[in-house]
């Protein structure tokens, strides 16, 4: 080769490949990772201005080539010197470069830069997904979503004898890049379809130092077997297994690994001494390597970076259109039909709605899973139970991720008994303990979170099944293993909410702990910011409720007794995107409920604790009513002797048509209406009859 070109510095290395249409971004000083984490974004946009900017700072930053960006790939042979399990070996990339040609043909001449460690960067005009070993073993191609270091950029690498040595990027045959061979493009390009059989590896080697490591970090926090524990008793020796098979680790290195890093820590150790357990043992290990259904190192980072390219370029080489893929249908606003317009498909009123996410809000202890179970037996019953109008009864399903279900039994009995529902009747509320059962519905790792779809088809198959109306998951943070505060991580598991509810057309509350700031004496109880973690959860949900301790203030003006304010929380609206946002709160009162096992189990009742101005506005609509009602009984016609209810009908409907016995009803219509004027909220929530059937006395 020919036409090499002298470059002192790796800025004027990316000033030289930017002119050559090349599309550069800054790496890390004598590194080959990037220094900006947007860096296929930067590379699209470079410049010689921001190249200049890097360039000016003390540090001599290295660069990187985005190929796909300039309608390039890269082929990356590597000929030199690395490191194996502590030995020195020689990557082969020449080798099998020559055995390729000898197949196809001699390669066309083309841009080519060495490499420090002797390998080569050949330039080709083409793209395609990033690739290892598919041309041969130690060839490995770059272009989409991959990159290449810049010639200039220097990094350390290692001589014959694993001695670290520094080396520089060089261009050594500066010509325009050749276009890509057909025969070439079409093996990188085409999709090999792979059975995922029980033995088959997902990985090129087994027992890789990395893999070995990530190994003994697993087992260092596995959960240990304990002799009679039923989750983690013996058999849960099978999981340690598959799960080292899963992280690439072979069948006699697993063995070793556990005998050395886990065993000692288990209640009993194996001891392979013994007939009977070393037998056990070995059964244990045999299975797990012979019938585990996934490829063996499915969980390494080889096989994870592998298959997310493979789910990159699936994406980028769909068609732009197709028959599945027509355009967004447009809905037109002049063709809306009041007569026939959908309700919305309430379940209780201001609370849930059908094909929605809701989230109730507190911190721990102060009874959010209480008053969710108790909003259970109030949607299957069709009663009021926690203040809220029951519009539509339905199936609930009570997903309860810390308590066994013995506990979650004795809960809901206290709760039927408080309320006095036979239990009988309760035959469509289910519940399922996490602790049995657990359930994640989303999953983090080193690229970010991923919905993991076999729980989320189990949740939706179960709901479609057995037609539940409204899901409950508690607590939230024990469905998922995402970064709480990630807000991308938190939309992937918000987004799994989002798909349950739009296939299944099942309403979901998600029960929520409160952050620390959000517990403080001085936070906003109508924040829907108060939740614990990421923005993302309070902005996909589209109500939230906020649960808060009764402050010593408000315990005075309700004449609660200092010793007895902890005894009552009130639930507050914090976000309400379907109907408008309350003002008020709803109080409740915690009971203590003794079982038939003479246990004492706590149960929550709605309790309607108004202020002392609220009282005295309560005061002044009773005097309004009681006038209202004795008019209505000496004017219309059989007033005296009509029901109450009838009455009470008449003045909330206005029914003027009834009212043709009345001698003045110009001054009915007054007097009607200066108990109406701003008191409707009052009195067609609770209804006429508690203005009516109290005394003055009673309220005061």
């Known amino acids: 080769m020919s036409n090499s070109v002298v470059i002192n510095h790796p800025s004027q290395g990316a000033m030289y490949m930017l002119s050559r249409g090349f599309k550069p971004f800054p790496v ?67 080798k099998s470069l020559a055995r390729l040609e000898e197949e196809h043909g001699k390669l066309p001449e083309t841009f080519t830069v060495r490499t420090p ?41 290692i001589d014959g004898k694993g001695n670290k040595i520094k080396g520089t990027y060089t261009i050594i045959n500066d010509v325009e890049p050749a276009e890509c061979p057909e025969w070439m493009l079409g093996l990188l390009t085409r999709k090999v379809e792979v059975k995922a059989a029980p ?22 926090s596995a959960p240990l077997c304990v002799e009679g524990d039923g989750t983690h008793g013996g058999e849960y020796l099978l999981n340690i297994f598959m799960e080292l098979r899963d992280r690439g680790v072979s069948q006699e290195k697993a063995k070793t690994l556990v ?39 499915i969980k390494t980072e080889e096989a994870r970076t592998a298959a997310a390219q493979s789910d990159f370029m699936d994406a980028a080489i769909s068609p732009a259109v197709t028959e ?9 606003a002049n063709e809306i039909n009041p007569r026939k317009t959908p309700k919305r498909k309430v379940i209780m009123r201001e609370r849930y709605m059908a094909g929605t996410v809701t989230a109730i809000v507190a911190q721990g202890g102060l009874g959010k899973s209480t008053l969710t179970m108790t909003d259970s037996a109030g949607i299957v019953t069709g009663k009021s139970l926690t203040g809220f109008e029951v519009v539509t009864k339905g199936r609930v399903w009570i997903y309860n991720l810390e308590d066994d279900a013995d506990e979650l039994r004795r809960r809901f009995e206290a709760i039927f008994k408080c309320h006095n529902l036979p239990i009988a009747s309760m035959g469509d509320i289910a519940f399922t303990s996490g602790v049995d059962d657990p359930l994640l519905l989303a999953t983090s790792g080193r690229d970010g979170a991923k919905i993991n779809k076999e729980d989320v088809n189990r949740l939706i198959e179960t709901i479609q099944q057995n037609n539940i109306s409204i899901l409950f998951l508690d607590p939230f943070s024990r469905c998922h293993t995402a970064k709480e505060n990630d807000n991308s991580e938190m939309n992937v598991v918000m987004s799994a909410l989002a798909e349950i509810t739009k296939r299944t057309g099942c309403a979901i509350c998600i029960v929520h702990h409160a952050s620390k700031a959000g517990t403080s004496k001085d936070a906003d109880p109508s924040d829907q910011g108060i939740g614990r973690g990421a923005s993302a959860i309070s902005c996909a949900v589209r109500c939230c409720q906020n649960l808060a301790e009764m402050k010593p203030k408000e315990a005075e003006d309700r004449g609660i007794p200092p010793e007895d304010r902890h005894l009552y929380f009130k639930l507050v609206d914090a976000k309400a995107n379907l109907y408008v946002k309350k003002s008020d709160c709803t109080w409740y009162m915690k009971k203590s409920i003794q079982l038939e096992n003479g246990e004492s189990v706590g149960a929550i009742e709605w309790v309607d604790l108004p202020s002392l101005s609220e009282c005295k506005n309560q005061i002044e609509k009773v005097d309004q009513g009681e006038e209202v009602l004795k008019f209505l009984r000496e004017h219309l016609s059989g007033g005296d002797t009509m029901p109450l209810g009838r009455l009470q009908e008449i003045a909330e409907q206005r029914d003027l048509a009834a009212l043709k016995g009345v001698k003045n009803i110009t001054t009915f219509q007054r007097k009607l209406a200066a108990f109406l004027a701003d008191s409707t909220e009052y009195y067609f929530t609770r209804g006429l009859k508690n203005a009516w059937q109290i005394s003055r006395e009673d309220v005061i």
């Not at 033995?199 to 893999?211: F, G, R």
């Not at 056990?280 to 390597?289: E, I």
Request: proline share 5%; charged share 25%.
């Open 28 to 94: 890390i000083e004598r590194d080959k990772r990037p220094l900006v984490k947007d860096w296929q974004q930067w590379a699209n946009r470079a410049s010689r201005g921001l190249i200049s900017t890097y360039a000016l700072e003390e540090v001599d930053y290295n660069w990187g080539i985005l190929p796909a960006a300039s309608g390039h790939l890269v082929l990356d042979i590597d000929s030199g010197y690395k490191l194996k399990n502590k030995r020195v070996i020689k990557a082969i990339g020449d």
């Open 117 to 157: 460690s002797g390998g080569e960067h050949r330039y080709f005009k083409g793209t395609c997904r990033p690739t290892q070993s598919v041309l041969g073993k130690h060839i490995d191609t770059r272009s989409e979503a991959s990159y290449v270091v810049a010639p200039g950029s220097t990094c350390h690498t």
């Open 199 to 220: 033995n088959c590896l997902a990985v090129s080697k087994l027992d890789t130092e990395s893999n070995i490591a990530e190994a003994m970090e697993f087992l260092a």
């Open 259 to 297: 005998l050395q890093n886990y065993n000692d820590r288990c209640d009993p150790p194996w001891e392979l001494t013994d007939e009977h357990h070393a037998s056990h043992f070995h059964k244990k290990l045999h299975n797990a390597y012979t019938y585990a259904k996934n490829p063996i190192g």
């Open 324 to 332: 599945s893929n027509k355009p967004i249908p447009l809905h037109w």
